[in-house]
């Protein structure tokens, strides 16, 4: 019989990716003792599993777990068993004295854990006063929390029970099977079993919430979150049931689980689809009818989102995670569409091309990876979450779909869903199933092509009457060279109100697009791909841009900012485009081209002359529709006024208050942060929260900036607090740059400390400092308990800078440090965006800044 034993053995072979299937799970029973006010947690599990052959030990996986014991009940007999953590990623063994004869086993565990600070396993977080906790666990951190096999093609039965002071409300991923009991002076509450799950979507939630509930049809669904929020969250829930019943009608299938719980948190960045109980961080789902229409897009986008996992990704799931594409690529492109389905008033649609576009920034450099990547390294899991998931992914969903058509695409989707329900799938299922539906072998093979490949194609376009030659290479910035690289595209073509689709899969292909006026060359703007065209199409566009819907609209302005990246468009042509534009009925196109411009603005591509210029133009464009709209930054006052104007004005303001016009605007907002931070609430909306806490601390001393972070710190409310430490963050000095990066404050979260960093690089006059403080602490950085969200987004702060010595000192200084960490592709990114950044300066920074010195 072993002794049981926690330590690290480094002499046996540990697997670092996916485990094979000589032990498969059946069934986790979960008895977890959970008190956010302790330290730790503590745990008995039982896992059956089924063994494919006799073995003596069992890889599976547990992580910073003391266990006091292991057991096996094994043909009716019981066996001591011994414990060792083998990496620090969390690969496990447990080993017996005796051979484990093949067949069912029951593996128990007795241990206790602790709760983590930031958003990862089972984390916890003290609000006015109340300890909570929530769990998160994707992708593998619920090892942290439970010995398990933590991958996402074992999906088992859960059942779970917590013990938990009285008084607490306890949330798992499905019903309590009734009220709970009191024993040995802890509330016991015993969830039912839960359908087939991986361990990543698994919930488990404790805290003194409070809730309201609803239902929708004979599912149950509540809303739950913090006390303070008790009043803002019938917005949510009437929300949540819309688009919930609009997702049942897409799947054609009822909501796959036995309840909806929509839990928010104060720590979490984003959202995450647990089964039955999403988890979101509090702003995202904390509002009512009278928020800023970009936090009502924000709430509509990812609540459809999260909820579209329940289907594609919850109900079936990736056998492994390199296609999680499967799950976010096509849950990015559903949460748009069903947003924009659920308040069509709101703009959602726009976003969703917006997205995409800027995934394009990303995919265009040479650093980078497929959609679809092997992963071998469970250390390389989380490189798939970024941009080109999400964005890129998304975009190519949306440009299948848009190829298909509507019922087409859906009827696949369908397919792919029945045939693999309750279990897990891999790209090549759903491929086969679009396949079934597309009428043309060719679509899988272009679908592939995108997935598969990095980088982003330029069609290079010349209309001759009604035929138009297109040749496809890879898009680089100036001074690049594009790699040799063909894509099979699903190309849409338009011509006043014809509409031609094609498969392009030679390098140069000829279409034909009859009827009058210029060619769009991406109908919609739903394609994946850039466009450079000859001098009198490019003029033809900017003319009628006016005339153009919105997503190609934006689709033009993208499309012409990458020709001036690439050193071939003019800031002259991008300035007509946003003369065309300024009063499209969209607002995303509206405002698209003026954004493109202050881009350069922000790099430091643009001098002074140019600036003034820049400012000069937005005055003439901007300066009449401020009369148009008016501003009063009073809470509410433009509350009942259709969504499109309220977010127009938005972009006025953002465009005018650095200008001369926009004196009154900056008086007007200082006034109003005055009176709101004296407890005047009324007097300043949300919506302009971040310029007027801006201006507030501008000409003020560092007292100011003491005590509005004091505020900050104070507060629980979920839109005041990070817009209040965000402008501390971006006060510009050194000096209070110097002061946040080692405040001791218990009221700081860890999760924020990052947000400080990140707002103190945002800025050009203390970046210099900020760099230096990361680079003095990168080793405490990566090290810490959130080391893994801190090596994607550091390099991501690092990338602001513009020249070619900036990206080799950053390669220098930081690249040993990131080697062999999940950043590591993040910051090759960084370096090469810095270095495009300068060789675009050092080949036409002189002639960027004379055509913005010449803009009125």
Same mark, same amino acid.
């Given at each position: $019989?072993?002794?049981? @034993?926690?330590?690290?053995?480094?002499?046996?072979?540990?697997?670092?990716?996916?485990?094979?299937?000589?032990?498969?799970?059946?069934?986790?029973?979960?008895?977890?003792?959970?008190?956010?006010?302790?330290? %730790?947690?503590?745990?008995?599990?039982?896992?059956?599993?089924?063994?494919?052959?006799? @073995?003596?030990?069992?890889?599976?996986?547990?992580?910073? =777990?003391?266990?006091?014991?292991?057991?096996?009940?094994?043909?009716?007999?019981?066996?001591?068993?011994?414990?060792?953590?083998?990496?620090?990623?969390?690969?496990?063994?447990?080993?017996?004295?005796?051979?484990?004869?093949?067949?069912?086993?029951?593996?128990?565990?007795?241990?206790?854990?602790?709760?983590?600070?930031?958003?990862?396993? =089972?984390?916890?977080?003290?609000?006015?006063?109340?300890?909570?906790?929530?769990?998160?666990?994707?992708?593998?951190?619920?090892?942290?929390?439970?010995?398990?096999?933590?991958?996402?093609?074992?999906?088992?039965?859960?059942?779970?029970?917590?013990?938990?002071?009285?008084?607490?409300?306890?949330?798992?991923?499905?019903?309590?099977?009734?009220?709970?009991?009191?024993?040995?002076?802890?509330?016991?509450?015993?969830?039912?079993?839960?359908?087939?799950?991986?361990?990543?979507?698994?919930?488990?939630?404790?805290?003194?919430?409070?809730?309201?509930?609803?239902?929708?049809?004979?599912?149950?669904?509540?809303?739950?979150?913090?006390?303070?929020?008790?009043?803002?969250?019938?917005?949510?829930?009437?929300?949540?049931?819309?688009?919930?019943?609009? =997702?049942?009608?897409?799947?054609?299938?009822?909501?796959?689980?036995?309840?909806?719980?929509?839990?928010?948190?104060?720590?979490?960045?984003?959202?995450?689809?647990?089964?039955?109980?999403?988890?979101?961080?509090?702003?995202?789902?904390?509002?009512?009818?009278?928020?800023?229409?970009?936090?009502?897009?924000?709430?509509?986008?990812?609540?459809?989102?999260?909820?579209?996992?329940?289907?594609?990704?919850?109900?079936?799931?990736?056998?492994?995670?390199?296609?999680?594409?499967?799950?976010?690529?096509?849950?990015?492109?559903? #949460?748009?569409?069903?947003?924009?389905?659920?308040?069509?008033?709101?703009?959602?649609?726009?976003?969703?091309?917006?997205?995409?576009?800027?995934?394009?920034?990303?995919?265009?450099?040479?650093?980078?990876?497929?959609?679809?990547?092997?992963?071998?390294?469970?250390?390389?899991?989380?490189?798939?979450?970024?941009?080109?998931?999400?964005?890129?992914?998304?975009?190519?969903?949306?440009?299948?779909?848009?190829?298909?058509?509507?019922?087409?695409?859906?009827?696949?989707?369908?397919?792919?869903?029945?045939?693999?329900?309750?279990?897990?799938?891999?790209?090549?299922?759903?491929?086969?199933?679009?396949?079934?539906?597309?009428?043309?072998?060719?679509?899988?093979?272009?679908?592939?092509?995108?997935?598969?490949?990095?980088?982003?194609?330029?069609?290079?376009?010349?209309?001759?009457?009604?035929?138009?030659?297109?040749?496809?290479?890879?898009?680089?910035?100036?001074?690049?060279?594009?790699?040799?690289?063909?894509?099979?595209?699903?190309?849409?073509?338009?011509?006043?109100?014809?509409?031609?689709?094609?498969?392009?899969?030679?390098?140069?292909?000829?279409?034909?697009?009859?009827?009058?006026?210029?060619?769009?060359?991406?109908?919609?703007?739903?394609?994946?791909?850039?466009?450079?065209?000859?001098? #009198?199409?490019?003029?033809?566009?900017?003319?009628?841009?006016?005339?153009?819907?919105?997503?190609?609209?934006?689709?033009?302005?993208?499309?012409?900012?990458?020709?001036?990246?690439?050193?071939?468009?003019?800031?002259?042509?991008?300035?007509?485009?946003?003369?065309?534009?300024?009063?499209?009925?969209?607002?995303?196109?509206?405002?698209?081209?003026?954004?493109?411009?202050?881009?350069?603005?922000?790099?430091?591509?643009?001098?002074?002359?140019?600036?003034?210029?820049?400012?000069?133009? %937005?005055?003439?464009?901007?300066?009449?529709?401020?009369?148009?709209?008016?501003?009063?930054?009073?809470?509410?006052?433009?509350?009942?006024?259709?969504?499109?104007?309220?977010?127009?004005?938005?972009?006025?303001?953002?465009?005018?208050?650095?200008?001369?016009?926009?004196?009154?605007?900056?008086?007007?907002?200082?006034?109003?942060?005055?009176?709101?931070?004296?407890?005047?609430?009324? @007097?300043?909306?949300? &919506?302009?929260?971040?310029?007027?806490?801006?201006?507030?601390?501008?000409?003020?001393?560092?007292?100011?900036?003491?005590?509005?972070?004091? @505020?900050?710190?104070?507060?629980?409310?979920?839109?005041?607090?990070?817009?209040?430490?965000?402008?501390?963050?971006?006060?510009?000095?050194?000096?209070?740059?110097?002061?946040?990066?080692?405040?001791?404050?218990? %009221?700081?979260?860890?999760?924020?400390?990052?947000?400080?960093?990140?707002?103190? $690089?945002?800025?050009?006059?203390?970046?210099?400092?900020?760099?230096?403080?990361?680079?003095?602490?990168? &080793?405490?950085?990566?090290? #810490?308990?959130?080391?893994?969200?801190?090596?994607?987004?550091?390099?991501?702060?690092?990338?602001?800078?513009?020249?070619?010595?900036?990206?080799?000192?950053?390669?220098?200084?930081?690249?040993?440090?990131?080697?062999?960490?999940?950043?590591?592709?993040?910051?090759?990114?960084?370096?090469?965006?810095?270095?495009?950044?300068?060789?675009?300066?050092? $080949?036409? #920074?002189?002639?960027?800044?004379?055509?913005?010195?010449?803009?009125?």
């Amino acid at each position: $019989m072993f002794a049981c @034993a926690i330590g690290i053995a480094q002499a046996q072979p540990v697997p670092n990716g996916r485990l094979d299937d000589t032990v498969r799970p059946v069934a986790y029973r979960l008895d977890l003792t959970v008190d956010p006010s302790n330290p %730790r947690f503590s745990g008995h599990v039982e896992i059956d599993v089924a063994l494919a052959q006799g @073995a003596s030990s069992i890889v599976l996986h547990g992580r910073g =777990l003391a266990v006091s014991r292991v057991t096996a009940l094994a043909a009716g007999r019981l066996l001591e068993g011994r414990w060792e953590q083998l990496d620090p990623v969390g690969v496990a063994r447990v080993g017996f004295a005796e051979t484990l004869p093949a067949g069912p086993v029951t593996l128990a565990f007795d241990y206790d854990a602790p709760f983590a600070d930031g958003p990862a396993g =089972l984390f916890r977080a003290q609000v006015e006063g109340a300890w909570h906790g929530w769990s998160h666990f994707e992708a593998i951190d619920a090892r942290a929390v439970f010995p398990g096999f933590d991958q996402p093609g074992f999906k088992t039965p859960f059942t779970l029970t917590l013990h938990t002071p009285e008084g607490l409300t306890a949330i798992g991923n499905v019903p309590e099977t009734g009220p709970p009991m009191i024993e040995n002076g802890l509330a016991v509450h015993r969830f039912a079993p839960t359908p087939p799950l991986p361990t990543y979507l698994v919930a488990i939630m404790v805290g003194p919430f409070v809730s309201v509930s609803g239902e929708l049809g004979a599912l149950p669904v509540r809303i739950v979150s913090t006390r303070q929020n008790a009043d803002r969250m019938a917005f949510a829930l009437d929300g949540t049931r819309r688009i919930t019943a609009l =997702l049942e009608d897409y799947f054609g299938t009822p909501f796959p689980f036995p309840k909806l719980d929509q839990v928010t948190s104060p720590l979490l960045p984003g959202a995450m689809e647990n089964a039955g109980a999403a988890l979101y961080r509090d702003d995202l789902l904390v509002m009512d009818a009278e928020a800023p229409v970009s936090r009502q897009r924000a709430f509509g986008m990812t609540v459809a989102h999260e909820l579209g996992h329940h289907w594609f990704g919850n109900l079936v799931t990736p056998a492994w995670w390199d296609d999680l594409w499967l799950n976010e690529s096509f849950a990015n492109w559903i #949460g748009y569409r069903i947003g924009d389905a659920w308040r069509p008033d709101l703009g959602i649609a726009g976003d969703a091309l917006g997205t995409g576009f800027e995934a394009m920034e990303t995919d265009a450099l040479l650093a980078g990876r497929p959609v679809r990547q092997p992963i071998t390294d469970s250390r390389r899991i989380d490189t798939a979450f970024d941009a080109i998931t999400y964005g890129k992914g998304g975009h190519v969903v949306g440009m299948v779909a848009a190829w298909l058509g509507e019922d087409r695409f859906r009827e696949g989707v369908r397919r792919y869903i029945a045939a693999h329900a309750g279990g897990s799938a891999t790209s090549d299922d759903f491929f086969a199933a679009l396949a079934q539906v597309a009428g043309d072998p060719r679509l899988v093979p272009a679908m592939r092509s995108f997935v598969e490949q990095q980088g982003v194609p330029l069609l290079a376009m010349r209309r001759d009457g009604d035929r138009v030659t297109v040749t496809q290479l890879r898009y680089t910035t100036a001074g690049v060279a594009p790699p040799d690289m063909r894509w099979t595209i699903p190309l849409c073509l338009r011509r006043e109100a014809t509409r031609r689709c094609f498969i392009m899969d030679q390098r140069t292909q000829s279409f034909t697009v009859p009827g009058k006026g210029p060619v769009f060359p991406n109908a919609g703007g739903t394609g994946y791909y850039r466009f450079e065209l000859t001098a #009198g199409h490019w003029q033809e566009l900017i003319a009628g841009a006016d005339r153009l819907p919105g997503g190609e609209a934006l689709a033009l302005v993208d499309s012409l900012w990458a020709s001036i990246r690439a050193g071939r468009g003019t800031i002259g042509e991008m300035a007509r485009l946003e003369r065309k534009l300024i009063h499209h009925a969209d607002p995303h196109a509206a405002d698209a081209a003026d954004k493109a411009l202050s881009k350069l603005v922000r790099e430091n591509i643009v001098g002074a002359q140019g600036r003034r210029g820049f400012r000069l133009l %937005r005055e003439k464009l901007y300066g009449p529709l401020l009369k148009t709209y008016g501003f009063d930054p009073r809470a509410g006052v433009y509350a009942q006024e259709a969504a499109a104007r309220a977010q127009r004005r938005v972009q006025v303001v953002n465009a005018l208050v650095g200008t001369g016009t926009g004196r009154k605007l900056r008086r007007q907002l200082d006034a109003a942060a005055v009176a709101y931070l004296g407890g005047q609430h009324g @007097a300043l909306d949300p &919506a302009w929260f971040d310029h007027a806490f801006d201006l507030y601390l501008y000409d003020r001393d560092t007292a100011a900036v003491r005590s509005l972070l004091d @505020a900050a710190l104070a507060s629980e409310d979920p839109v005041f607090r990070p817009a209040a430490l965000g402008a501390v963050a971006r006060t510009g000095f050194a000096q209070v740059a110097a002061w946040l990066l080692v405040l001791d404050d218990p %009221r700081l979260r860890e999760t924020e400390r990052r947000d400080l960093l990140d707002g103190i $690089m945002a800025r050009s006059s203390s970046r210099e400092y900020g760099y230096g403080w990361a680079l003095a602490h990168v &080793a405490a950085l990566l090290g #810490g308990a959130d080391g893994q969200a801190v090596s994607t987004r550091l390099p991501q702060m690092l990338g602001r800078f513009c020249s070619v010595s900036w990206a080799d000192r950053i390669a220098r200084d930081f690249g040993p440090a990131f080697a062999d960490t999940p950043g590591a592709l993040e910051l090759d990114r960084a370096v090469e965006r810095v270095r495009n950044c300068g060789l675009l300066d050092d $080949m036409m #920074g002189t002639q960027i800044d004379a055509e913005f010195a010449t803009l009125r």
